[in-house]
């Protein structure tokens, strides 16, 4: 069974920064494409940032300049390191992983997810 377990959310200040982490069991996506999605109450979830099986990166417009995804596949995992946060960041946070090695912004190409992380930016 493929789980998806996301950790380092919480409750920051505007300006102040965060790491989420994701760690992954039951099979290994080192050459799967990874990303974060968010969803905020009432609004679709949303694709904020991806990692591809050859490790290029895409960030949403929203986030590009002070999120950066990474990922290290000896511990089958992926990160976000998010600065600069804005109250508009406020979300639940989730981790997905895809078939292929191709990121895809559109969450319909993810098969895999975590159950989410909830990330609080205060003004």
């Known amino acids: 069974q493929v789980h998806l377990v996301e950790s380092g959310g919480g409750l920051v200040q505007a300006g102040g920064s965060l790491r989420l982490s994701c760690a992954a069991s039951?099979?290994?996506?080192?050459?799967?494409?990874m990303g974060w999605f968010r969803q905020a109450p009432g609004k679709e979830r949303e694709f904020v940032a991806g990692?591809?099986?050859?490790?290029?990166?895409y960030y949403a417009d929203s986030v590009k300049g002070r999120f950066t995804i990474s990922r290290v596949n000896a511990k089958n995992a992926v990160y976000l390191q998010m600065n600069s946060l804005k109250p508009e960041d406020t979300a639940v946070y989730y981790c997905a992983v895809r078939p292929g090695s191709a990121i895809y912004y559109s969450q319909r190409f993810y098969d895999y997810w975590g159950q989410g992380t909830q990330v609080t930016v205060s003004s």
């Open positions: 990692i591809s099986g050859s490790n290029s990166t």
């Open positions: 039951g099979r290994t996506f080192s050459r799967s494409a």
